[in-house]
């Protein structure tokens, strides 16, 4: 029997239209944005780029229809286009939550995701009025995850009494899949006995441009700042409390009831550093170069060194593990020696993965990489909607 096609159609031939593709609707999920600089303005516009031509390939609608930042908010039913930046600045009005859900239940949009890319410590407190009033969540502020137990753990419930869904890939690793893969295994009874890895893209770059290199620690450092790879005030990856929550958020994803506290974490910045302005750090940098001048020569040949995460200890047992944050010396020829650029890498042991872990490696800084893993978040919330 012959068949006819078009775009509009699927017929038989001779018989009456079986399919009208015009009539089958599309999945909507309608996106609030919360944060639009670095990582969430390429987010928004990596949405707004791809939005045509997800729609054909995915049959997905994903919408734009509030932005947000501390001073003003963006409303539009529709969806918000290439010039967001102008039409926020032009028509953005005073920003509060409830106006972002009222206009919402308002307007009847269906599959609700508030997307977190601020850095806010007070904004994860509005999770949980989010949840209720709808929202399924997606976050790249690691604030949520890292904060007390207690709200760690009642977050959870909340989600799940009202079957709201909370994505946060981007937490650990940028865009890499490593928070998806130890779900997996820890969902499936494999029993993970050791993480370790260099969890920040970051202080990576740092170490892997100035072990084994010609250049001085300090102008290291200035690179790294240079090309965006650091916070502002590099002291805030130097710190090493940054690395010190992803390690958290790992042992939590393992059900270990370990706080923030728990985690021992070396500093990398000289004590008489720590608490001068930003500005007096930046002017007093190359009094780093001595001391990691040592550091370098002290390492046995063929050896570099690496700023490393480690989570380890009896994990069968959910009162905790130990947490290290420390600058190791490694092999030059070892998984964590041979990481270069700004990759970060993760070692995964496990009971079946003793000798030879699972290894994760890639990207691990820059605004586009996270964005893009935030991106992949919608993406996989987007499959589980109605």
């Not at 006995?193 to 102008?219: A, H, M, Q």
């Not at 009831?257 to 720590?274: A, G, R």
């Amino acid at each position: 029997m012959s068949t006819q096609t078009s775009l509009d159609t699927v017929t038989y031939s001779g018989s009456k239209p079986l399919i009208d593709l015009k009539n089958i609707r599309k999945k909507k999920v309608n996106l609030a944005i919360f944060g639009h600089g670095n990582v969430g303005g390429k987010l928004i516009d990596q949405i707004v780029g791809t939005k045509e031509e997800i729609s054909k390939r995915r049959d997905l609608d994903i919408t734009i229809f509030a932005i947000a930042n501390s001073s003003s908010l963006l409303l539009q039913k529709e969806g918000v286009d290439s010039n967001w930046r102008q039409t926020k600045n032009r028509q953005g009005g005073s920003y509060t939550l409830e106006k972002i859900w009222t206009y919402a239940k308002n307007n009847n949009l269906e599959n609700l995701v508030a997307v977190d890319n601020t850095a806010s410590n007070d904004f994860v407190l509005n999770y949980t009025t989010l949840i209720a009033n709808g929202f399924n969540l997606i976050s790249s502020n690691k604030i949520g995850n890292t904060i007390g137990l207690d709200f760690y753990t009642s977050l959870r419930e909340q989600l799940a009494e009202n079957k709201k869904e909370y994505l946060y890939e981007t937490n650990v690793g940028a865009g890499l899949p490593l928070i998806d893969t130890i779900k997996l295994l820890h969902l499936s009874g494999e029993n993970i006995t050791r993480i370790k890895g260099v969890f920040s893209g970051s202080l990576s770059y740092l170490f892997n441009n100035f072990s084994g290199g010609d250049l001085p620690f300090s102008e290291v450092l200035l690179k790294a700042i240079e090309k965006g790879f650091t916070e502002p005030d590099p002291r805030e990856d130097l710190c090493g409390n940054d690395v010190g929550r992803k390690l958290l958020i790992l042992a939590r994803e393992l059900d270990l009831h370990n706080e923030f506290l728990d985690v021992k974490i070396q500093n990398l910045i000289p004590k008489h550093l720590q608490n001068v302005t930003k500005e007096d750090f930046l002017q007093n940098l190359h009094e780093l170069d001595t001391v990691y001048e040592q550091k370098e020569k002290a390492q046995l040949d063929n050896h570099v060194l690496r700023y490393v995460g480690e989570l380890h200890g009896d994990l069968s047992k959910n009162d905790g593990a130990i947490l290290e944050v420390n600058l190791v010396s490694v092999a030059q020829n070892s998984m964590l020696g041979q990481v270069s650029g700004s990759d970060s890498i993760f070692e995964i042991y496990t009971e079946n993965y003793r000798e030879n872990p699972i290894v994760i490696q890639g990207a691990g800084a820059g605004a586009t990489v996270t964005a893009r893993g935030v991106f992949g978040d919608i993406l996989r919330l987007s499959d589980k909607l109605n």
